[in-house]
């Protein structure tokens, strides 16, 4: 199971199915979302939890993300480099979907950072999906939590870690 923690906002539009107690059994974790605007295109930004991976893509069809939501992390997890038996892994733990409130401020105030960085990494006039995989791989390498006692968060780096410590059997070395 996944739990999707959305803003308020998005709140609005996906209806609540998760309780507080509920928490993903995936190796990333939850995922938590956010609908921004940029260059007065709506987009729907995705931080993963243990990670901080982010996707951004279009904020089409909201109300159905819960049903198209594996798809969208097997992509994403695909570019990122992880091997496929991998992704297979976690794209099934996925299976079922939960939409919850937000519980982490620590995510949501990177989140925050994010989305103030995003139009920087796209094109100004108008964009493609190139352009938003681009944006992706550039917060990927950013560092988080830089300033805490914690080891610094690569989310591209870590999120492969966290993917291969989970899904990887034991003794099995790439």
Known sequence: MVVLRGTHKLLKVLHTTA???DFSDTALGDWYINRIVVDRQP??????ANSLLAMITPARDVKNLPQ???ELVQ????????????VDAEVAAMQAVMVG???DRS???TMVDF??????YLP??????EDLEIAEDKLAETPCRCGRAQATIWPGRDSLRLLQTRWQPVGDVH
């Open 115 to 120: 989305a103030k960085v995003i139009p920087y």
């Open 43 to 48: 987009l729907l930004l995705c931080v993963v």
């Open 75 to 86: 992509n994403r997890l695909q570019r990122l480099g992880a091997d496929q038996t991998t």
């Open 107 to 109: 995510v949501v105030g």
């Open 124 to 129: 100004i006039g108008g964009w493609e999906m």
């Open 68 to 70: 198209h939501f594996p």
């Open 19 to 21: 309780s507080p107690s």
């Open 101 to 103: 409130k937000t519980q």
